[in-house]
């Protein structure tokens, strides 16, 4: 039997199967590992509303939602307020003016002990740490109250050594705070006074600013802070599949996934456009893959399908079914016929015919 009676079926049986593919339109979807997909079609326009809003705050913004990771530095301001201050405790090793109205030759200076107590002349000890000023100064009075008959006792702070305290007395002093700078560590982690081992990886700078506000009013109080991202990681993105210039690209700011795409010279003929896959990492370090149709979003504008791609995600442009189909064809032409060299052709007859 000639080969090429079978030539024409085959051919119309591919053309067949490429146009039956080709009617079908994906869906776009994001979803997690055992997890069924979430299709954004089938989204309530106020949801569709958000996610649009979310890719604009995300360029217009930027560091207001972009999720810190390990690499970067974060400035942090130091703002006193005033409105907030809590009385002043003592602490171990402060030193300590005593003042008697009634008797000055009791006056003297002395330093809190570490184990918080203080000497009174005559009087034996007495617990310091953790009274305020006015406290002390009541409780000193009181040990003297047989000798004098109203005894009058003043506590003055000389030297603040109380790392809490310190921490307040330097911000409390300048209109505009002082700044500190903090890396955050491989481990997520950054380190400020009197806030170590604070998480920040995976959190915008709004969330760690109030992270660490609620760390400073619990530990110091009279404190807040303000932070600002001073220096990102070297944050690549990784594109490939059927774009001119796959590899990794530098995102030194948020980008979208279909700036990406352009950033890597955009889509080949062969790209599939509208099946686009991001494999990405969430806040909470859980893979997860998202299929974005940027047909969609560049033909109808639905913003909320693309995303502002996460730092360290892998971008994938599949080729098209067309482009399956006839490299699927091609390979299977050349495994059958050019193993031994011999070129085959199609005319326009649907024959096929073997050059000699």
Same mark, same amino acid.
């Given at each position: ?106 006056? =003297?200076?002395?330093? !809190? %002990? #570490? &184990? /918080?107590?203080?000497? $009174? *002349? ?5 617990? @310091?740490? +953790? ?48 700044? =500190?700078?903090?890396? !955050? %560590? #491989? &481990? /997520?982690?950054?380190? $400020? *006074? ?5 998480? @920040?990886? +995976? ?68 790209? @599939? ?84």
């Amino acid at each position: 039997m000639a080969l090429h009676r079978f030539a024409p079926v085959r051919f119309w049986c591919i053309a067949l199967a490429m146009l039956l593919v080709a009617c079908e339109t994906p869906r776009s979807f994001d979803r997690g590992i055992n997890e069924d997909p979430v299709y954004f079609d089938d989204a309530t326009p106020e949801q569709r509303e958000a996610a649009a809003r979310l890719v604009g705050d995300g360029l217009l913004r930027g560091s207001g939602t972009y999720r810190l990771q390990p690499g970067d530095r974060v400035e942090v301001f130091y703002h006193a307020d005033n409105q907030r201050l809590r009385p002043y405790r003592i602490g171990i090793g402060d030193e300590l003016e005593l003042d008697f109205d009634f008797n000055r030759d009791l006056n =003297r200076q002395m330093m !809190v %002990r #570490p &184990d /918080g107590m203080i000497s $009174l *002349p005559g009087k034996g000890e007495l617990r @310091a740490i +953790g009274l305020t000023p006015a406290d002390l100064s009541a409780a000193v009075a009181r040990r003297y109250a047989d000798v004098a008959r109203t005894p009058v006792v003043t506590v003055i702070i000389r030297r603040f050594t109380t790392p809490t305290e310190d921490l307040a007395e330097v911000v409390r002093n300048g209109a505009d705070g002082r700044a =500190r700078t903090a890396l !955050v %560590r #491989p &481990d /997520g982690v950054v380190d $400020l *006074p009197l806030a170590q081992g604070v998480p @920040a990886a +995976g959190m915008t700078l709004n969330e760690l600013t109030a992270a660490l506000n609620a760390r400073y009013a619990r530990e110091v109080g009279g404190v807040t802070v303000s932070a600002r991202l001073s220096q990102i990681a070297a944050n690549q993105i990784f594109v490939f599949g059927e774009v001119r210039q796959a590899g990794a690209i530098p995102a030194p700011s948020p980008r979208t996934l279909l700036q990406l795409v352009a950033a890597a010279g955009g889509p080949m003929p062969t790209g @599939a456009m509208d099946q686009v896959r991001v494999l990405y990492f969430d806040p909470a370090g859980r893979a997860r893959v998202r299929l974005v149709n940027l047909e969609r979003v560049m033909n109808d504008l639905a913003i909320e399908e693309d995303m502002v791609v996460p730092p360290n995600a892998t971008v994938w442009v599949p080729p098209t079914q067309v482009a399956r189909v006839g490299r699927f064809v091609d390979q299977v032409i050349r495994q059958i016929f050019l193993f031994n060299g011999t070129s085959i052709s199609f005319n326009y007859g649907n024959t096929l015919r073997f050059p000699n």
